[in-house]
Protein backbone atom coordinates (compact mmCIF):
# COMPACT_ATOMS: atom_id res chain seq x y z
CA UNK A 1 0.00 0.00 0.00
CA UNK A 2 1.38 3.75 -0.89
CA UNK A 3 1.50 6.44 1.16
CA UNK A 4 -1.39 9.25 0.81
CA UNK A 5 -0.10 12.63 1.49
CA UNK A 6 -2.29 14.32 3.86
CA UNK A 7 -5.04 16.31 2.30
CA UNK A 8 -3.79 15.66 -1.14
CA UNK A 9 -6.42 13.90 -3.03
CA UNK A 10 -4.76 11.46 -5.66
CA UNK A 11 -8.12 11.71 -7.61
CA UNK A 12 -7.20 15.72 -8.31
CA UNK A 13 -2.90 15.27 -9.05
CA UNK A 14 -1.78 16.11 -12.63
CA UNK A 15 0.70 14.25 -14.29
CA UNK A 16 1.78 14.47 -17.64
CA UNK A 17 3.14 11.67 -19.40
CA UNK A 18 5.13 10.93 -23.06
CA UNK A 19 3.39 7.55 -23.53
CA UNK A 20 5.99 5.07 -24.61
CA UNK A 21 4.76 2.97 -27.85
CA UNK A 22 4.00 -0.34 -25.76
CA UNK A 23 1.63 1.28 -23.02
CA UNK A 24 -0.02 3.11 -26.14
CA UNK A 25 -3.04 0.09 -25.92
CA UNK A 26 -3.69 0.89 -22.88
CA UNK A 27 -3.79 4.98 -23.18
CA UNK A 28 -5.32 5.30 -26.47
CA UNK A 29 -8.97 4.16 -25.34
CA UNK A 30 -8.82 7.10 -22.51
CA UNK A 31 -7.16 9.54 -24.75
CA UNK A 32 -9.60 8.92 -27.90
CA UNK A 33 -12.35 10.80 -27.13
CA UNK A 34 -9.70 14.45 -26.86
CA UNK A 35 -8.26 13.19 -29.85
CA UNK A 36 -11.34 12.81 -31.81
CA UNK A 37 -12.33 16.82 -30.89
CA UNK A 38 -9.46 17.40 -32.36
CA UNK A 39 -10.11 15.35 -35.75
CA UNK A 40 -13.66 16.73 -35.85
CA UNK A 41 -12.53 20.80 -36.10
CA UNK A 42 -9.91 19.97 -38.42
CA UNK A 43 -12.56 19.89 -41.39
CA UNK A 44 -11.64 15.72 -43.08
CA UNK A 45 -7.86 16.67 -42.58
CA UNK A 46 -7.09 13.85 -40.47
CA UNK A 47 -8.94 10.91 -38.99
CA UNK A 48 -8.07 9.08 -35.58
CA UNK A 49 -7.11 5.94 -37.52
CA UNK A 50 -4.34 8.41 -39.21
CA UNK A 51 -3.20 9.56 -35.76
CA UNK A 52 -3.56 6.38 -34.05
CA UNK A 53 -1.11 5.10 -37.03
CA UNK A 54 1.56 7.73 -36.90
CA UNK A 55 1.81 7.01 -33.26
CA UNK A 56 1.72 3.16 -33.41
CA UNK A 57 4.25 3.43 -35.60
CA UNK A 58 6.72 5.60 -33.97
CA UNK A 59 5.98 8.40 -36.31
CA UNK A 60 4.73 10.76 -33.06
CA UNK A 61 4.86 10.36 -29.27
CA UNK A 62 1.69 10.81 -27.64
CA UNK A 63 1.19 13.22 -24.46
CA UNK A 64 -1.23 12.16 -21.76
CA UNK A 65 -2.37 14.45 -19.03
CA UNK A 66 -3.82 12.78 -16.30
CA UNK A 67 -6.16 13.65 -13.53
CA UNK A 68 -5.25 10.64 -11.28
CA UNK A 69 -6.29 8.12 -13.24
CA UNK A 70 -8.39 9.65 -15.73
CA UNK A 71 -7.19 11.25 -18.99
CA UNK A 72 -7.86 14.67 -19.73
CA UNK A 73 -5.99 15.97 -22.60
CA UNK A 74 -4.19 14.19 -24.97
CA UNK A 75 -1.27 15.54 -27.43
CA UNK A 76 0.77 14.34 -30.25
CA UNK A 77 3.99 15.61 -30.97
CA UNK A 78 6.97 14.76 -33.89
CA UNK A 79 10.12 16.39 -34.99
CA UNK A 80 10.24 17.89 -38.69
CA UNK A 81 12.82 19.03 -40.50
CA UNK A 82 12.16 21.56 -42.90
CA UNK A 83 13.70 21.79 -46.34
CA UNK A 84 15.99 24.76 -44.55
CA UNK A 85 17.36 22.22 -42.18
CA UNK A 86 15.75 23.96 -39.66
CA UNK A 87 14.23 21.41 -36.56
CA UNK A 88 10.48 22.21 -35.59
CA UNK A 89 8.86 20.11 -32.85
CA UNK A 90 5.49 19.85 -34.21
CA UNK A 91 2.37 19.37 -32.05
CA UNK A 92 -0.56 19.35 -34.49
CA UNK A 93 -2.94 17.49 -32.31
CA UNK A 94 -4.18 19.06 -28.94
CA UNK A 95 -7.24 18.18 -27.26
CA UNK A 96 -8.52 18.01 -23.50
CA UNK A 97 -10.48 19.62 -20.53
CA UNK A 98 -9.60 21.81 -17.71
CA UNK A 99 -6.68 23.17 -19.65
CA UNK A 100 -6.02 25.83 -16.93
CA UNK A 101 -4.71 22.45 -14.46
CA UNK A 102 -2.55 21.06 -17.35
CA UNK A 103 -0.83 24.09 -20.06
CA UNK A 104 1.66 24.97 -18.04
CA UNK A 105 3.10 21.39 -17.25
CA UNK A 106 2.61 20.90 -21.05
CA UNK A 107 4.28 24.04 -22.34
CA UNK A 108 7.25 23.04 -19.81
CA UNK A 109 7.36 18.99 -21.49
CA UNK A 110 7.57 20.40 -24.83
CA UNK A 111 9.93 23.39 -23.93
CA UNK A 112 12.22 20.25 -22.77
CA UNK A 113 11.42 17.95 -25.40
CA UNK A 114 12.55 20.66 -28.10
CA UNK A 115 15.75 21.21 -26.50
CA UNK A 116 16.62 17.58 -26.19
CA UNK A 117 15.67 16.92 -30.20
CA UNK A 118 17.71 19.89 -31.06
CA UNK A 119 14.59 21.99 -32.48
CA UNK A 120 14.82 25.56 -32.74
CA UNK A 121 11.16 26.04 -32.76
CA UNK A 122 7.80 24.81 -31.39
CA UNK A 123 4.67 25.04 -33.64
CA UNK A 124 0.74 24.05 -33.07
CA UNK A 125 -1.69 23.86 -35.39
CA UNK A 126 -5.43 25.15 -34.26
CA UNK A 127 -8.25 27.45 -33.89
CA UNK A 128 -7.87 31.27 -33.60
CA UNK A 129 -8.76 31.01 -29.62
CA UNK A 130 -4.97 28.70 -29.34
CA UNK A 131 -3.34 32.43 -29.98
CA UNK A 132 -4.74 33.91 -26.76
CA UNK A 133 -4.26 30.80 -24.70
CA UNK A 134 -0.50 30.87 -25.99
CA UNK A 135 0.21 34.57 -26.07
CA UNK A 136 1.06 34.34 -22.33
CA UNK A 137 4.25 31.20 -23.46
CA UNK A 138 5.47 34.06 -25.84
CA UNK A 139 3.96 32.41 -28.83
CA UNK A 140 2.83 33.80 -31.68
CA UNK A 141 1.14 33.56 -35.67
CA UNK A 142 3.79 32.96 -38.17
CA UNK A 143 1.33 31.93 -40.64
CA UNK A 144 -2.06 32.21 -41.82
CA UNK A 145 -4.32 29.14 -43.86
CA UNK A 146 -6.78 29.91 -45.86
CA UNK A 147 -9.24 27.54 -47.92
CA UNK A 148 -11.97 27.71 -50.56
CA UNK A 149 -13.78 24.19 -51.02
CA UNK A 150 -14.80 23.71 -54.70
Known sequence: MGLQVCGVDSDSVIEVKVVPVHLLTNVLPEAREHLERVVEASHGDITYESI???LVNGQAQLIAVFKGHKVIAAVTVNVTTMDSGKRVLMAPVVGGDEMELWLDDVM???????????????????????????????????????????
Not at 113 to 131: F, P, S, Y
Open 108 to 150: NLLNKMAKDTCCDTIRGIGRAGWTRQLKKYGWKPTMTIVEFEV
Open 52 to 54: RNE
